[in-house]
């Protein structure tokens, strides 16, 4: 395939193995890369924008193998995909990826995940995009899912990468030649149990830290083809799962069970 400029983001922050083991594999494979990303840990941000402080980035080019331009940003994802298109970048890239996410971007996380937001904007400006996550907090292996994820964004470019779609990519923690095969699946419907721990503060006062723990559903999924599997249960089943994903949030249910507002 052709040399691929591409643009490279998280919300796990400069210093994050996962985006560094991406940005080497992707010059690896002999594409130009840039990577413009938060200057610390920016997870669960959504598509948060900077609007009342000044953003900044600073080059990191020092943290990434050769060849890769850097930059770490004050601001959110979200931010930095904006800022790398209209301000830092000489040509617009070919492709955009946000990862490799250390932790599971899986269902309804998505409207959360700094992760999927970045790549979200570059899909608003009408690039290809894909986001990437290792399904678990403790797995520190990287490689296969920059391998995977580079495989996928180039064949899906080679075949034309349809118009307003971004990839939602999961990777289940184990190593590669442990894996079953990878499926399209459907987005599931994430519930949470004891989202909050309460605590008290030195001074007798109540404080909260955000804390769930995600229900384990295999069978909740939305929208899609009913033979899809949910995403959560393709990771269950450790299988690669592969989601795809538009801006368009309109009801697609039955227009006649709306609410009557008139």
Partial sequence: MKSLRILISNDDGVFAEGIRTLA????????????????????????GLTLHS?????????????????????????????????????????????????????????????????????????LPAMAVSVASFHWKEFESASQIAMEIAEKSLSNKWPEKLL?????????????????????????????????????????????GEAVKDLESAGDGPSDWPSDVAQIERKSPSITPIQPDLFWRGKTSILPRIS
């Fill in 24 to 47: 080497a594999t992707a010059i690896s494979r002999g594409h130009s890369v840039t990577v413009v990303c938060p200057d610390q840990e920016r997870s669960a941000t959504g598509h």
């Fill in 54 to 126: 000044p953003i900044r980035a600073e080059r990191a080019d020092e943290l990434f193998v050769p060849g890769v331009n850097a930059w770490g940003c004050n601001g959110t994802p979200a931010d930095c995909i904006k800022l790398a298109l209209f301000e830092l970048l000489p040509e617009r890239p070919h492709l955009v990826l946000s990862g490799v996410n250390h932790g599971p971007n899986l269902g309804t996380d998505v409207f959360c995940s700094g992760t999927v937001a970045a790549a979200m904007e570059a899909t608003l400006e009408g």
């Fill in 167 to 211: 990839l939602n990519l999961n990777i289940p923690p184990c190593p590669k030649n442990k894996m079953g095969p990878i499926n399209w699946t459907r987005l599931s419907i994430r519930h949470y149990e004891e989202q909050f721990s309460k605590r008290i503060d030195p001074r007798g006062n109540n404080y909260f830290w955000l804390a």
